[in-house]
T-cell receptor, first 115, second 115 residues
Framework: GAGVSQSPRYKVAKRGQDVALRCDPI?????LFWYQQALGQGPEFLTY????????KSGLPSDRFFAERPEGSVSTLKIQRTQQEDSAVYLC?????????????FGPGTRLTVL | AQSVSQHNHHVILSEAASLELGCNYS??????LFWYVQYPGQHLQLLLK??????LVKGIKGFEAEFIKSKFSFNLRKPSVQWSDTAEYFC?????????????FGTGTRLTIIP
């Protein structure tokens, strides 16, 4: 069955470039999450949507990071003026109905390398 | 803010050995607890979770975990490991009281099983 998909799988950007990372959640899933995973670390929360509403963006590291989910399905994470410290794997996850005990299903991630 | 500690960074075992991976969290309120696994080249996937009831939870592939509230622990166990259990294991906590679905992950434990 279709899981969470992310594109591109790999992205190389020059410092200062803008990038956009896409997430397609499992169809019908209400909640969508973005996490950042640096090398050798666990995923760290960035932001969270319930349908189209962004309910928590406390994990976004700076105002260069912006996420949207305008129609409550596909989401885009945008990073402006990329810096080397932005190099990481960006993971998207979705869950069906909300609630902290709900299972989050993860995508394969987008590996971003900023040169 | 909540945090998760995984004390074992890399564990090497022979097939048929017993496994216990430690996980401690720091949060005094109600929690939902998860173990996720990432096999080589694959997505993060759920092994098991605890949200209420019996503190001993069983997951896929013969794994189990015990929630000990007094110790703020949720250790993962398997009585006899197989070569196919080679993977990275992440413990995660959701702080239920915040009404937020985000997960806080530990740094992960890399498990290598020697045939």
């Amino acid at each position: 069955g279709a899981g969470v998909s992310q594109s591109p799988r790999y992205k190389v950007a020059k410092r200062g470039q803008d990038v956009a990372l896409r997430c397609d959640p499992i169809s019908g899933h209400v909640s969508l999450f973005w996490y950042q995973q640096a090398l050798g670390q666990g995923p760290e929360f960035l932001t969270y949507f319930q349908n189209e509403a962004q309910l928590d963006k406390s994990g976004l590291p700076s105002d260069r990071f912006f996420a949207e989910r305008p129609e409550g399905s596909v989401s885009t994470l945008k990073i402006q003026r990329t810096q080397q410290e932005d190099s990481a794997v960006y993971l998207c996850a979705s869950s069906s109905s909300g609630g902290g005990a709900d299972t989050q299903y993860f995508g394969p991630g987008t590996r971003l390398t900023v040169l | 803010a909540q945090s998760v500690s995984q004390h074992n960074h890399h564990v090497i075992l022979s097939e048929a050995a017993s496994l216990e991976l430690g996980c401690n969290y720091s949060y005094g309120g109600t929690v939902n607890l998860f173990w996720y696994v990432q096999y080589p080249g694959q997505h993060l996937q759920l092994l098991l979770k605890y949200f209420s009831g019996d503190p001993l939870v069983k997951g896929i592939k013969g794994f189990e975990a015990e929630f000990i509230k007094s110790k703020f622990s949720f250790n993962l166990r398997k009585p006899s490991v197989q070569w196919s259990d080679t993977a990275e294991y992440f413990c995660a906590v959701n702080a239920y009281d915040f009404g937020n679905e985000k997960l806080t992950f530990g740094t992960g434990t890399r498990l290598t099983i020697i045939p």
